[in-house]
């Protein structure tokens, strides 16, 4: 058993001045306000429930610093993104990975959504272990402390066009495993284990046919999909289809509850409908969203139709999910010219989303929940002076100085476990470049 007391906590009913949290087997069995501090571990400043990345690809995370400097678009940056696919293996893919996991835990994030596409070798050649990768980004979540959704994508065709599908280009072959049914065995085989979920993944519109959709649907657990990220999606869809990739997805079963679309900037008032009839959560990932010149998505409008809202890195451009809650506020203001768009509840809402990664019983600091806790300074340049009720639009990853996952502290004043993560961050990538 722990004990934990906190200066002041965000509770279900908004924030509390001293609270004790008792937990035991990583589970929170009481929390208890208006208690003096005693002899438990203390939490100054505010501690906010454990956050979700909802939408991770951790190799990404190679790519910042790396890619802003020539200008162009979303499709002349995947150049350069696939040819850091093109070199990982899955040793080189399990530094990355840890030290990326890592990271996000410095920042408060207890659960990481990592939407996989890198399965095979270059050319498509089987490792010995056709889940080698994968089994990469588990052991990477374990050791960075961090429980892991592993939301294994179906990739099949190339890219989508007037035309139809096309067939994968060279660095592509190793996303793909050649057919739906042959992708759904592979994720069949991968093992169970404490701190992991295993999801599923349809990449895009683009890269999985009409006819393989069903299939992809049919697998258990989280379902993610990117969605209109960009007009030539909708385009190239509209084109051999005649159905934006939301009414593609609806017709093929792909939307409902258990089912989150990532991106969703470029829809339709149609679309938008179909995706709160069906329950149908959102994910946004704005700093991505702003780097990659995708635009803002109209995700005050989604969450008002009754669309569940949470946040994800992607690409990891900050790797500061705080940093997302910001940037979510800051499009809407742009967009719509005027401030307060999303609520302080709101946001810690998106930030605590793991009920979309398939934990609904994280994100709350409440008896029978998964002890989550993330304590942030109060007292830092960026955070003295403020409201603790507003600390989600203010305070960011560096502000954050303890981590609990499960009841295990993983980041104690400010420092991660596995020590140094800034100096495992160069190691990994340093040599993707050289």
């Known amino acids: 058993m722990s004990t934990f007391w906190c200066e002041r906590a965000e509770l279900p009913g908004g924030i509390v001045d001293a609270v004790r949290i008792t937990t035991e087997g990583g589970v929170i069995t009481a929390v208890e306000p208006g208690v003096p501090p005693g002899g438990e571990r203390r939490l100054p400043g505010v501690v906010l429930p454990g956050f979700a990345d909802a939408h991770s690809h951790a190799f990404h995370r190679a790519l910042r610093?790396?890619?802003?400097?020539?200008?162009?678009?979303?499709?002349?940056?995947?150049?350069?993104?696939?040819?850091?696919?093109?070199?990982?293996?899955?040793?080189?893919?399990?530094?990355?990975?840890?030290?990326?996991?890592?990271?996000?835990?410095?920042?408060?994030?207890?659960?990481?959504?990592?939407?996989?596409?890198?399965?095979h070798a270059p050319g498509g050649r089987r490792y010995a272990d056709p889940n080698a990768m994968s089994e990469a980004l588990v052991q990477a979540a374990a050791e960075a402390g961090v429980r892991l959704t592993l939301l294994d994508a179906c990739y099949l065709a190339g890219g989508l066009g007037p035309d139809g599908h096309a067939s994968p280009d060279p660095v592509q072959q190793r996303f793909s495993d050649g057919s739906a049914?042959?992708?759904?065995?592979?994720?069949?085989?991968l093992p169970a284990r404490p701190g992991l979920r295993i999801g599923a993944a349809v990449h895009s519109v683009r890269?999985?046919?009409?006819?393989?959709?069903?299939?992809?649907?049919?697998?258990?657990?989280?379902?993610?999909?990117?969605?209109?990220?960009?007009?030539?999606?909708?385009?190239?869809?509209?084109?051999?289809?005649?159905?934006?990739?939301?009414?593609?997805?609806?017709?093929?079963?792909?939307?409902?509850?258990?089912?989150?679309?990532?991106h969703a900037v470029h829809l339709t008032a149609g679309d938008r409908e179909l995706l709160a009839a069906s329950g149908t959560a959102v994910c946004a990932c704005p700093t991505t969203e702003a780097d990659l010149a995708d635009g803002t998505g109209p995700f005050r409008e989604l969450l008002d139709a009754g669309c569940p809202l949470v946040l994800g890195t992607d690409q990891h451009v900050t790797a500061d999910l705080l940093g997302e809650a910001q940037a979510l506020e800051a499009g809407a203001r742009l967009a719509t010219g005027e401030r307060g768009r999303f609520r302080p509840a709101e946001l810690v809402a998106a930030l605590t989303g793991h009920a979309a990664l398939g934990w609904p019983d994280a994100g709350r600091l409440a008896a029978g929940c998964r002890a989550d806790l993330v304590a942030v300074a109060l007292d830092t340049p960026r955070t003295a002076g403020a409201d603790p009720a507003q600390i989600a639009l203010v305070a960011g990853a560096a502000d954050v100085r303890?981590?609990?996952?499960?009841?295990?502290?993983v980041v104690d004043d400010g420092r991660h476990v596995l020590g140094d993560v800034g100096a495992q961050l160069r190691e990994a990538v340093e040599p993707l470049w050289t």
């Open 65 to 119: 610093g790396r890619t802003h400097d020539g200008g162009g678009t979303f499709w002349t940056w995947r150049e350069r993104m696939y040819a850091v696919a093109a070199r990982l293996d899955p040793d080189s893919y399990l530094a990355l990975a840890r030290a990326t996991y890592a990271e996000l835990a410095l920042g408060g994030v207890t659960t990481v959504g990592e939407f996989s596409y890198l399965h």
């Open 181 to 189: 049914e042959a992708w759904a065995e592979r994720v069949a085989a």
């Open 207 to 262: 890269a999985v046919p009409r006819a393989d959709l069903p299939v992809v649907a049919a697998a258990a657990g989280p379902l993610h999909v990117h969605l209109s990220e960009q007009p030539a999606e909708n385009d190239a869809c509209l084109a051999f289809y005649g159905r934006t990739p939301t009414e593609l997805l609806a017709d093929a079963g792909v939307l409902g509850p258990r089912t989150t679309a990532v």
């Open 402 to 409: 303890t981590v609990v996952v499960d009841g295990r502290v």
